[in-house]
């Protein structure tokens, strides 16, 4: 048994000092007060794993003392013992943080069982303290959250690469956080002192891109009214993030190509070449490989840009995220907004993961946004969720989509016979999801 500190607060001498030889005797580290008062001035003091607090003492009673106990240490075990026990007196202190509640007389094999217990639900709690922070330090990484095999995959492949200055691709649909896989890179990389410089390629008009990216010397064209360094030359020593990079004309492309060739540009109109020390890190929701065989994109920059490739999976193939996120982005507005948002309810977290999410995170972060700042309660409803209210305002014809939904699942579980595994594959779903719209849609097997 592992060694412990006791407190006894008792006004009864004999009891006491009975109580205290005897849990000496199984080798605890013992000390008894006649007094709460006295009691409160040795947890001043002193911290103990376990207290036995008389009910009916003199000056403040065990009920009061336990308030105070609790306000000082909120970890320590108290039972409350007592002669005079009544099952309002236990409510009352189990409801005020008590462990557990004894009556005297009691046998000290009772009280040995009890001291054994809460020890092993402490070592227990401890232990799931510290799994759970190790769980929170392999669910996040950087900025990215997800505790699913296909993102821990991404952790793993982040950490692996950026020690390296190799070009990397990272590719995933709108919303998947691409941007904030290439801080993480950056960050893990041996320029994180350098500067992180992104480059919107999707956003820059045609005729600014050229200017944005290589920079201009005064009196290049109409309006250089002075000379401009671009975005290459703010990104020395550290990453040029390229978002979007397969919206950037052929042109482009051509200029970009050459730049990781030779690793040296020119402003426009400038004739000093500028030596290009930086790496790239890329992103893209278009299908490159496809571009590449339509023409849109030059080969040469695609396998220049692909030598490392970091997929990220929508949100949908990875359900399981859905409750870490939503419960990081409720904490995240619940603080921004000062609203006591505590929980995510059972139902709306249902709704979330029937939910396909087709913009991703970017979405969902935007639905708890809204789900703080509108709701009611301390806890989100699916009534909070943008996701259920459109689906409830909708009309006739937008509901019957529901139903349609209903009546597709409902056919292919007859067409199979309810073989749920052959159901969810012709479904194109995980067995999961189909078991959470059929308890959504109260469809049963007949």
Sequence with gaps: MARASI???????????????????????????????????????????IIFLDI???????????????????????????????????????????????????????????????????????????LRAAHQERTKFENLIGQSPAMQEVFDLIQEVAPTDSTVLITGETGTGK????????????????PFVAVNCGALPEHLMESEIFGHQKGAFT????????????????????????????RMQIDLLRVLEER????????????????????????????????SFRQDLYY???????????????????????????????????????????????EMMLYDWPGNIRELENAIERAVVVGKSRSIQPQDLPIFSSAQSRGPQDLSLREMEKEHIASILEQTNWNIKKSAEILGIDRSTLYHKLKRYGLSKT
């Design 264 to 295: 040296k540009f020119y402003r426009v109109g400038g004739t000093q070449p500028i030596e290009a020390d930086f790496r790239v890190i890329a992103a893209t929701n278009k299908d490159l490989e496809q571009a590449v065989r339509d023409g």
């Design 179 to 194: 941007e904030l896989v290439a801080k993480a890179v950056h960050t893990r990389s041996s320029r994180a002192q350098g």
């Design 304 to 350: 220049r840009l692909k030598v490392i490739s970091i997929q990220i999976p929508p949100l949908r193939k990875r359900k399981e995220d859905i409750p870490l996120l939503a419960d990081h982005f409720r904490l995240r507005f619940a603080q921004e907004t000062n609203k006591e948002i505590g929980s995510i309810s059972r139902e709306a977290l249902d």
């Design 223 to 250: 309006d250089a009214k002075s000379t401009k360094k671009g975005r290459l030359e703010l990104a020395f020593g550290g990453s040029l993030f390229l978002d979007e990079v397969g919206e950037i004309s052929v």
């Design 7 to 49: 407190l006894i607060v008792d006004d009864e001498l004999i009891l006491r000092e009975s109580l205290s030889a005897w849990l000496a005797r199984d080798d605890f580290k013992v000390e008894a007060v006649a007094s709460a008062e006295k009691a409160l001035e040795r947890i001043r003091q002193t911290r103990y794993d």
């Design 56 to 130: 009916k003492l003199e000056g403040m009673s065990g009920l009061e003392g336990l308030k105070k106990i609790r306000d000082l240490d909120q970890d320590t075990a108290v039972v409350m013992i007592t002669a005079y026990g009544s099952i309002s007196t236990a409510v009352e202190a189990m409801k005020d943080g008590a462990h557990d509640y004894l009556l005297k007389p009691f046998e000290p094999e009772t009280l040995t069982v009890l001291i054994e217990k809460i020890l092993e639900r402490r070592a227990r709690d401890r232990e799931n303290l510290y």
